[in-house]
T-cell receptor, first 112, second 115 residues
Framework: DQQVKQNSPSLSVQEGRISILNCDYT??????FLWYKKYPAEGPTFLIS?????DKNEDGRFTVFLNKSAKHLSLHIVPSQPGDSAVYFC???????????FGDGTTLTVKP | EPEVTQTPSHQVTQMGQEVILRCVPI?????FYWYRQILGQKVEFLVS????????KSEIFDDQFSVERPDGSNFTLKIRSTKLEDSAMYFC?????????????FGDGTRLSIL
């Protein structure tokens, strides 16, 4: 049972345009959601998070939206830059749990 | 900025041998984790560790696996008798507080190759 799903394995956008990465989850007990970015040969790097009590969190070019009723979150990157090219993982955790559950990842390619 | 460090970066081991993967978490962090990523697959949770004991583990983390914080700075993952399917990237992570309200900081991983 895959509790966190990223249905798009890859996404390609033009520099300067918006990148939208999507994530769906099934566990209604999840209360904290994160996006990580991963470059080859490096570990995941925390990007942005959102608590279940919010529906939007913004940090510079990055905005995460949470739709609890749809069990869906998305990451918007505006404007996209070539350096944003990486694998993006959605992760979720629930109160008192000692782990994060990761999605499969989406490979973002931003073309100059 | 403080970071999580992992050694070695690449470990090659014969099947059936024991292997120890080492991690130095960020110094003021209290929660420690191991994840693995088999080539081409998702990042999978193995175990979390807090207050010198395992707080949660996955079904992957069977009796062949163990974790230890031997000296207050290192956090190790031991695989007692390695199998071919243990070949993967192993990531250590740490956080100040539990995962419900704090992001985890990851090391760059150890690539484990079982021959």
């Amino acid at each position: 049972d895959q509790q966190v799903k990223q249905n798009s394995p890859s996404l390609s956008v033009q520099e300067g345009r918006i990148s939208i990465l999507n994530c769906d989850y099934t566990n209604s007990m999840f209360d904290y959601f994160l996006w990580y970015k991963k470059y080859p040969a490096e570990g995941p790097t925390f990007l942005i998070s959102i608590s279940s009590i919010k529906d939007k969190n913004e940090d510079g070019r990055f905005t995460v939206f949470l739709n609890k009723s749809a069990k869906h979150l998305s990451l918007h990157i505006v404007p996209s830059q070539p350096g944003d090219s990486a694998v993006y993982f959605c992760a979720a955790s629930e109160i008192s749990a000692g782990k994060s559950t990761f999605g499969d990842g989406t490979t973002l390619t931003v073309k100059p | 900025e403080p970071e999580v460090t992992q050694t070695p970066s690449h470990q090659v081991t014969q099947m059936g041998q024991e292997v120890i993967l080492r991690c130095v978490p960020i110094s003021n962090h209290l929660y420690f984790y191991w994840y693995r990523q088999i080539l081409g697959q998702k990042v999978e949770f193995l175990v979390s560790f807090y207050n010198n004991e395992i707080s949660e583990k996955s079904e992957i983390f069977d009796d062949q696996f163990s974790v230890e914080r031997p000296d207050g700075s290192n956090f190790t993952l031991k695989i007692r008798s390695t199998k071919l399917e243990d070949s993967a990237m192993y990531f250590c992570a740490s956080s100040e507080a539990g995962v419900s309200n704090q992001p985890q900081h990851f090391g760059d991983g150890t690539r484990l190759s079982i021959l």
